[in-house]
Protein backbone atom coordinates (compact mmCIF):
# COMPACT_ATOMS: atom_id res chain seq x y z
CA UNK A 1 0.00 0.00 0.00
CA UNK A 2 1.18 3.52 -1.06
CA UNK A 3 1.06 5.81 1.99
CA UNK A 4 1.18 9.56 2.15
CA UNK A 5 2.35 9.84 5.26
CA UNK A 6 5.72 11.40 4.66
CA UNK A 7 3.59 14.25 2.88
CA UNK A 8 1.70 15.28 5.92
CA UNK A 9 5.04 15.47 7.98
CA UNK A 10 6.52 17.36 5.50
CA UNK A 11 3.68 20.06 5.58
CA UNK A 12 3.47 20.16 9.61
CA UNK A 13 7.49 20.48 9.61
CA UNK A 14 7.33 23.22 6.74
CA UNK A 15 4.11 25.21 8.46
CA UNK A 16 2.35 25.16 4.94
CA UNK A 17 -1.50 24.93 4.89
CA UNK A 18 -3.76 23.20 3.14
CA UNK A 19 -5.75 26.88 2.43
CA UNK A 20 -1.90 27.58 0.92
CA UNK A 21 -1.70 24.94 -1.39
CA UNK A 22 -5.26 24.97 -2.48
CA UNK A 23 -5.29 28.75 -2.95
CA UNK A 24 -1.91 29.98 -4.02
CA UNK A 25 -0.69 26.30 -5.94
CA UNK A 26 -3.82 25.28 -7.19
CA UNK A 27 -3.65 21.85 -5.54
CA UNK A 28 -7.22 20.53 -5.44
CA UNK A 29 -9.29 19.66 -2.08
CA UNK A 30 -10.09 16.45 -3.75
CA UNK A 31 -6.69 15.76 -3.89
CA UNK A 32 -5.70 16.42 -0.77
CA UNK A 33 -8.54 14.33 0.27
CA UNK A 34 -7.14 11.58 -1.56
CA UNK A 35 -3.99 12.21 0.18
CA UNK A 36 -5.36 12.31 3.46
CA UNK A 37 -7.19 8.61 2.81
CA UNK A 38 -3.92 7.12 1.09
CA UNK A 39 -6.14 6.78 -2.00
CA UNK A 40 -4.66 6.76 -5.34
CA UNK A 41 -3.38 10.09 -6.73
CA UNK A 42 -2.20 11.09 -10.01
CA UNK A 43 1.78 10.98 -10.77
CA UNK A 44 0.82 14.69 -11.80
CA UNK A 45 -0.20 15.54 -8.18
CA UNK A 46 2.81 14.14 -6.66
CA UNK A 47 5.05 16.13 -9.18
CA UNK A 48 3.46 19.82 -7.89
CA UNK A 49 4.02 18.89 -4.76
CA UNK A 50 7.75 18.03 -5.23
CA UNK A 51 7.88 21.28 -6.86
CA UNK A 52 6.49 22.98 -4.35
CA UNK A 53 8.48 21.85 -1.63
CA UNK A 54 12.02 21.68 -3.70
CA UNK A 55 11.92 17.50 -2.74
CA UNK A 56 11.78 13.74 -3.94
CA UNK A 57 8.93 11.63 -4.35
CA UNK A 58 10.11 9.99 -1.14
CA UNK A 59 9.05 12.76 0.95
CA UNK A 60 5.81 12.98 -0.59
CA UNK A 61 4.85 8.83 -0.24
CA UNK A 62 6.18 5.29 0.74
CA UNK A 63 5.23 2.14 0.48
CA UNK A 64 3.77 0.00 3.36
CA UNK A 65 3.76 -3.79 3.01
CA UNK A 66 1.25 -5.91 5.32
CA UNK A 67 3.07 -8.60 5.74
CA UNK A 68 2.95 -10.87 9.02
Aim: net charge positive.
Amino acid sequence: MISYSPFWRLLSATKVTQYHLIHHHKISASQLHRLRKNLPVSTETIHEICKIFGCGVSDVMEYVSYLP
